[in-house]
Nanobody, 116 residues
Framework: QVQLVESGGGLMQAGGSLRLSCTAS?????????VGWYRQTPRKQRELVAA???????NYADSVKGRFTISRDNAKKAVYLQMNSLKPEDTAVYYC?????????WGQGTQVTVSS
């Protein structure tokens, strides 16, 4: 199973930016590979933030459209989430997920805290 490691979280003031990185231990080049970023708070279920297909087709949660951008670098086995215009409601633990057919891998998560 592919191991995923997230990094880049931290504390930021509202309006600021952060860039999350997710590095995989194995290839993410598969035509069936979908990589996504999810987030979770103690009060909410884990929710999809953004996902990108092998063909670089991306989709976003309505709450982050226009502010967040997901991208991938297959050569570096990495996926990124650029987060701009951060809001306090973006505070959560962010998880990277890789799905290939029926197999799914999760990272350990990285905390993002946005202060008002």
């Amino acid at each position: 199973q592919v191991q995923l490691v997230e990094s880049g979280g931290g504390l930021m003031q509202a309006g600021g930016s952060l860039r999350l990185s997710c590095t995989a231990s194995g290839s993410i080049r598969s035509p069936n590979a979908m990589v996504g970023w999810y987030r979770q708070t103690p009060r909410k279920q884990r929710e999809l933030v953004a996902a990108i297909s092998s063909g670089d087709s991306a989709n976003y949660a309505d709450s982050v459209k226009g502010r967040f951008t997901i991208s991938r670098d297959n050569a570096k086995k990495a996926v990124y989430l650029q987060m701009n215009s951060l809001k306090p409601e973006d505070t959560a633990v962010y998880y990277c997920n890789l799905r290939v057919d029926l197999a799914s891998s999760w990272g350990q998560g990285t905390q993002v805290t946005v202060s008002s």
